[in-house]
């Protein structure tokens, strides 16, 4: 019989759920080149908090493997996934196509002894395309509203690409300072009156300032009453957020880190909360209607917790990769530039899985992660990959080793490398 490889679990947790929990990643690569063959079963931990680096070259099948992990806990047996959830922020509108099995690798998965599946995902989009999901005929779930009294004066300032020590900058943050002292759910609109009332700024500040939230109104997220939590975190379900729009806008990537940010502010604070019910119901024995523990998942997180620089996502994330375990979410970052992401994500990372990559900084971004017993160059290993795709490395904290692996196909349908679902139209500029 083959032994089955387990990562991201320490021995006590081994000794105690054995491969209960885990998720199936791909097999163990053995051999070079020709010789190169699939052993071991490779599975790994996902009901304890972890925070995690997926990297690899553009095509390597970094969102391919990331969507394997999303499966693997939406298909848990259901004591174990109803105590999990994902979330997806999706970069690229990719991750819907889930909701179908991957019939067109029917055959490859059947050598795996796998077969096609559906997962019943849910799409969020921004309320203000759901006219354009509907002429494509791509049908979406929910949509995600946030409420823009949520914002904090620096979200703005950081959206907009201000710095808090211009003028635009400080206008914002008396403006909105002002606004949450003196009017409860303050709107876009409650904000423009005020900047055009004001008599601080100059009036070319105050032009600018209100180009810039009128345009804000054309995002399409915002709305008197924000997502549910409880919508958006569900048990054994995997929950894709489409952050793919504003193409048209040259601050997109900012657009998305102020989604990205905020709702990853209110999933701390509502898993937060759900812990503290979760630890009464331990001392009590009462049974409290609590929230699923979290796996956020985010494609092209350099963008979002960038290396140099601030963005709208930037302390949000960063809070959650130090204080994430406590309320037990696990980050699962996703970058073809880990060189470009932050050290504090590559620094608290205990599982590493590294398709192949090219750019020298690159490899040593992951290097200077390594741990002692990672003394054997990372490249020597990523040049025994045999060059096909879903092929990685697998760096493993809890066991300090590292493998070489083979990514299992997936069950559902992939769309990378599609087209998006919705043209971006402009009429939403
Ligand atoms: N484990 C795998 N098995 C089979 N095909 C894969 C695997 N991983 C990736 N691929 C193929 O490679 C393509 C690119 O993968 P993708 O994850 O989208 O790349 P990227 O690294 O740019 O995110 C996928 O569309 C798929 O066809
Ligand atoms: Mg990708």
């Given at each position: 019989?083959?032994?089955?490889?387990?990562?991201?679990?320490?021995?006590?947790?081994?000794?105690?759920?054995?491969?209960?929990?885990?998720?199936?990643?791909?097999?163990?690569?053995?051999?070079?080149?020709?010789d190169?063959?699939?052993t071991?079963?490779?599975?790994?931990?996902?009901?304890?908090?972890?925070?995690?680096?997926?990297?690899?070259?553009?095509?390597?099948?970094?969102?391919?493997?990331?969507?394997?992990?999303?499966?693997?806990?939406?298909l848990?047996?259901?004591?174990?996934?109803?105590?999990?959830?994902?979330?997806?922020?999706?970069?690229m509108?990719?991750?819907?196509?889930?909701?179908?099995?991957?019939?067109?690798?029917?055959?490859?998965?059947?050598?795996?002894?796998?077969?096609?599946?559906?997962l019943?995902?849910?799409?969020?989009?921004?309320?203000?395309?759901?006219?354009?999901?509907?002429?494509?005929?791509v049908?979406?779930?929910?949509?995600?509203?946030?409420?823009?009294?949520?914002?904090?004066?620096?979200?703005?300032?950081?959206?907009?690409?201000?710095?808090?020590?211009?003028?635009?900058?400080?206008?914002?943050?008396?403006i909105?300072k002002?606004l949450k002292?003196?009017?409860?759910?303050?709107?876009?609109?409650?904000?423009?009156?005020?900047?055009?009332?004001?008599?601080?700024?100059?009036?070319?500040?105050?032009?600018?300032?209100?180009n810039?939230?009128?345009?804000?109104?054309?995002w399409?997220?915002?709305?008197?009453?924000?997502?549910?939590?409880?919508?958006?975190?569900?048990?054994?379900?995997?929950?894709?957020?489409d952050?793919?729009?504003?193409?048209?806008?040259?601050?997109?990537?900012?657009?998305?880190?102020?989604?990205?940010?905020?709702?990853?502010?209110?999933?701390?604070?509502?898993?937060?909360?759900?812990?503290?019910?979760?630890?009464?119901?331990?001392?009590?024995?009462?049974?409290?209607?609590?929230m699923?523990?979290?796996?956020?998942?985010?494609?092209?997180?350099?963008?979002?917790?960038?290396?140099?620089?601030?963005?709208?996502?930037?302390?949000?994330?960063?809070?959650?990769?130090?204080?994430?375990r406590?309320?037990g979410?696990?980050?699962?970052?996703?970058?073809?530039r880990?060189?470009?992401?932050?050290?504090?994500?590559?620094?608290?990372?205990?599982?590493?899985?590294?398709?192949?990559?090219?750019?020298?900084?690159?490899?040593?971004?992951?290097?200077?992660?390594?741990?002692?017993?990672?003394?054997?160059?990372?490249?020597?290993?990523?040049?025994?990959?045999?060059?096909k795709?879903?092929?990685?490395?697998?760096?493993?904290?809890?066991?300090?080793?590292?493998?070489?692996?083979q990514?299992?196909?997936?069950?559902?349908?992939?769309?990378?490398?599609?087209?998006?679902?919705?043209?971006?139209?402009?009429v939403?500029?």
């Open positions: 019989m083959v032994e089955n490889i387990v990562v991201g679990r320490d021995k006590d947790d081994l000794k105690k759920y054995g491969e209960k929990g885990t998720a199936f990643l791909g097999k163990h690569i053995v051999g070079k080149g020709e190169a063959h699939l071991n079963p490779i599975l790994m931990d996902v009901t304890r908090p972890h925070v995690m680096l997926i990297s690899g070259k553009r095509g390597a099948g970094k969102s391919y493997t990331a969507g394997i992990i999303a499966e693997e806990i939406a848990l047996p259901e004591e174990i996934r109803s105590n999990l959830s994902v979330i997806m922020f999706d970069t509108g990719i991750y819907w196509s889930m909701k179908n099995p991957n019939e067109r690798d029917k055959e490859i998965l059947k050598e795996w002894g796998l077969k096609p599946k559906a019943s995902v849910q799409l969020f989009i921004p309320k203000g395309y759901a006219d354009e999901y509907e002429q494509a005929g049908t979406y779930d929910s949509t995600f509203n946030l409420v823009c009294s949520d914002l904090a004066p620096e979200d703005w300032v950081l959206t907009f690409g201000f710095s808090f020590v211009d003028e635009h900058g400080t206008t914002i943050e008396r909105i002002n002292k003196t009017k409860k759910g303050y709107s876009i609109a409650d904000i423009i009156k005020a900047i055009e009332a004001d008599k601080r700024a100059e009036q070319r500040v105050k032009d600018a300032l209100v810039r939230f009128s345009a804000a109104e054309g399409g997220v915002f709305g008197s009453t924000g997502t549910k939590m409880h919508d958006l975190i569900k048990p054994g379900t995997v929950s894709v957020v952050v793919s729009h504003y193409m048209q806008f040259s601050t997109a990537w900012s657009i998305r880190s102020m989604l990205v940010g905020l709702l990853s502010r209110n999933i701390y604070h509502s898993r937060s909360l759900a812990r503290k019910s979760e630890e009464l119901e331990v001392m009590t024995g009462e049974s409290r209607q609590t699923p523990m979290v796996w956020i998942m985010i494609d092209e997180a350099h963008q979002f917790l960038p290396s140099t620089g601030t963005t709208a996502a930037t302390e949000p994330l960063l809070r959650l990769v130090k204080q994430g406590e309320p979410i696990s980050l699962l970052f996703i970058t073809q880990p060189n470009k992401l932050h050290e504090d994500a590559l620094a608290q990372s205990d599982m590493i899985i590294a398709h192949r990559l090219t750019a020298e900084a690159d490899l040593t971004a992951l290097r200077g992660i390594m741990q002692t017993y990672m003394l054997d160059d990372i490249q020597e290993y990523i040049n025994t990959l045999p060059r795709k879903g092929t990685a490395i697998v760096l493993d904290d809890s066991s300090e080793r590292i493998y070489t692996m990514a299992r196909p997936r069950k559902t349908w992939h769309a990378g490398g599609s087209p998006t679902a919705i043209k971006e139209i402009s939403l500029g």
